[in-house]
């Protein structure tokens, strides 16, 4: 018996919709956060005065913590107890938020920025393995569902909000509002989500594992994310990767010798492949919401709050197909859900590609958005519980980590990627009016062919097993 789970493990009809909301409203945040600041950059630098190199860093900053520390994260859920560590996750997230909406200078933004990341790198993991260790059986296909939506839309929704804020209220406005959000869910997991068990047996940490899987994710992270604008042949750069590369062969050559690894071989052999895809799926998310607003403010000439506001159609296809895909994968299997979304997804990025400067709203946008949202949201959902298939209750914080990382380190190396092929064919356009379209056309199908790369790896790796909702 798993004596690291919630007291309250059986059926999720026992269970509630309560614990549900909770966490699915602290995923909800942890997304949020990651998109949120895109349509205010340019209101943030001209407010705090900030060169474009310290502007960056008040994405990367949350992105850097987030991305590196989730694996340890996870892992310290399932030591020393989920909502324990939940807790803690939304205690530093919310005290981060507000640091951030007060802010008085441009350091004391990205530290807040980082210290965010280093909040949701603790709730992340520890809110989706309670999910899954507190949901069972055919519940849980629901509850994924759920967690998918919201994560679906919480990328479009921080666009929405973004834009909204910015304009009507200014750019602090970004960060207050959702702290009493973060405030709320503090308020509420001790009253609906049960207490942990015992503390698990296995106490033990894998110290030299912990420190070099994550100093390799921060090394590459950092690359990742500051490559494409400092240059790739920068000897920042290339140090930066080149360490991460370092550290990882070390991070396999100790797990191989650790007796109590951070990552046990079971973990990947029950879902390494599925994270895989999560890669590349990540890289499609984060390029897609970063390029989306800018394409059109930049181009189709939309103010931040028209920017916002045109994510609805997007939020919502992500919401109802998320909600909607238990049922195509209960009758014609996960693999063959999760692939007909990446084709979707594929599709709607293709279309969105033809897009130029006089795009209109309907052909241009709308169009191209629900058959995204409607891929997004499907994939999504059908590759976190192939991501998490056959975990037990002792791993389940570390499953959790390890889908969120995955996700992360795909998003900066898809956002590196897909910056290098919009530079490079902006560069290539000698018309100005024009440049800017060519290179965000070539971005989105950069962000198609590798949704199409994920559902060409998906349908060679995966199995086909009917998900059991």
């Known amino acids: 018996m798993d004596t690291s789970s919630p ?13 549900l909301a909770v966490l699915a409203t602290a995923q909800f945040l942890v997304v949020l956060s990651t998109s949120i600041v895109n349509v205010a950059l340019p209101a943030i630098r001209s407010g705090l005065g900030m060169s474009p190199a310290a502007l960056s860093w008040v994405v990367n900053a949350y992105l850097l913590a987030f991305g590196a520390l989730l694996l340890p994260g996870g892992r310290a859920a399932d030591l020393f107890g989920r909502r324990r560590v939940l807790l803690t996750g939304l205690s530093v997230f919310a005290l981060a938020t507000l640091a951030a909406g007060l802010v008085p200078s441009a350091a004391t ?9 280093v909040g949701a790198a603790l709730l992340a993991p520890a809110a989706l393995s309670l999910l ?35 304009q009507v209220s200014g750019w602090p ?3 207050i509002a959702t702290l009493p959000v973060a405030l709320a869910v503090l308020a509420a997991v001790p009253r609906l989500v049960p207490p942990d068990a015992a503390p698990s047996t296995r106490t033990r940490i894998d110290l030299p594992g912990t420190a070099t899987v994550t100093a390799a994710l921060v090394a590459l992270t950092y690359g990742l994310a500051t490559g494409g604008r400092t240059g790739w042949t920068s000897p920042v750069i290339v140090g930066a990767l080149t360490a991460g590369v370092v550290l990882l062969g070390a991070f396999w050559w100790i797990e191989r010798r650790s007796p109590d690894p951070l990552i046990p071989p079971r973990i990947l052999r029950a879902v390494g492949r599925a994270n895989l895809v999560m890669v590349l799926l990540g890289a499609v998310w984060v390029g897609l919401f970063y390029y989306l607003p800018l394409y059109q403010q930049q181009v189709l000439g939309y103010s931040p709050l028209l920017a916002g506001l045109t994510q609805l159609p997007m939020a919502a ?10 049922r195509p994968a209960r009758r014609y299997g996960r693999r063959a859900t999760l692939v007909t979304g990446l084709i979707l997804l594929t599709a709607g990025l293709a279309w969105l590609a033809l897009a130029g400067a006089g795009a209109g709203f309907v052909t241009g946008i709308l169009g191209p958005s629900v058959l995204i949202g409607a891929g997004l949201g499907t994939a999504f959902v059908e590759l976190t519980a192939a991501s998490t298939d056959g975990v037990t209750g002792r791993d389940a914080g570390l499953a959790g980590g390890l889908v969120n990382t995955t996700r992360q380190i795909g998003g900066a190396l898809g956002l590196a990627i897909l910056t290098a092929v919009a530079t490079t064919r902006t560069d290539q356009v000698a018309s100005a009016p024009h440049a800017l379209a060519a290179g965000h056309r070539a971005a989105f199908l950069g962000a198609a062919l590798i949704a199409a790369l994920a559902a060409l790896l998906a349908q060679t790796t995966l199995h086909n097993a009917s998900a059991q909702r």
Do not use: K
């Not at 296809?317 to 238990?326: H, K, M, Q, R």
């Open 132 to 166: 899954l260790v507190m949901y069972q059986g055919p519940a849980r296909g629901t509850a994924l569902g759920v967690w998918g939506a919201v994560s679906g839309a919480g990328g479009a929704a921080g666009v929405l909000l973004s834009g909204v804020l910015t």
């Open 173 to 175: 406005a970004v960060f």
């Open 7 to 19: 007291a309250t493990t059986g059926p999720a009809t026992r269970v509630g919709v309560g614990p």
């Open 317 to 326: 296809a992500i919401t109802l197909a998320s909600a909607l895909a238990p």
């Open 109 to 117: 933004l990205i530290a807040a920025r980082a210290a965010q990341g």
